[in-house]
């Protein structure tokens, strides 16, 4: 674990700002995470949870969903943030969502004091199912 890098410090407070609107009543595990795209916009997103608990949806597919339906496809990293005091990874779920864009992706993860984690999603995926995946079938 390391200082986060400042020059990464924009993603940090849009992921920050994005917590602030989670919907986490039930397991009260605020979550925001920023997408940065190749060309250097950022979309963030928040945990979404819901009265049925599978329905509810992590900070990175939200953050990721808005992007592409932006019109972004190309992600240079992203960074995640939460109130725990050891940095969150990305859940199995959106690892896999991230990969389908994303298979170099540079993954940080930052606590609340600024200490951060950093991976790159093909460390944190390996063998992963791509769309090269289901061709020829
Ligand atoms: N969660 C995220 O939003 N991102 C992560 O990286 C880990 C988990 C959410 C899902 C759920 O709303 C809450 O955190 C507890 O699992």
């Not at 917590?19 to 009260?28: D, E, G, K, Q």
């Not at 509810?56 to 990721?64: D, K, N, P, Q, Y």
Request: proline share 9%; with cysteine.
């Amino acid at each position: 674990m390391s200082a986060f890098p400042p020059q990464h410090q924009r993603l940090r407070e849009a992921a920050d700002a994005a917590r602030a609107n989670a919907w986490a009543p039930y397991s009260h595990f605020p979550v925001g995470a920023a997408l940065e795209t190749a060309d250097g916009r950022i979309f963030a997103g928040c945990n979404v949870e819901n009265a049925s608990y599978p329905a509810g949806t992590c900070a990175e597919r939200v953050a990721l969903g808005t992007a592409v339906a932006a019109g972004a496809r190309q992600f240079a990293r992203v960074v995640i943030t939460s109130q725990q005091q050891d940095p969150t990874p990305p859940c199995g779920i959106c690892r896999q969502a991230l990969v389908e864009f994303a298979p170099a992706l540079e993954v940080f993860a930052v606590t609340p004091d600024g200490r951060s984690a950093r991976w790159s999603l093909a460390e944190l995926l390996p063998a992963p199912f791509t769309p090269a995946s289901l061709e020829n079938v």
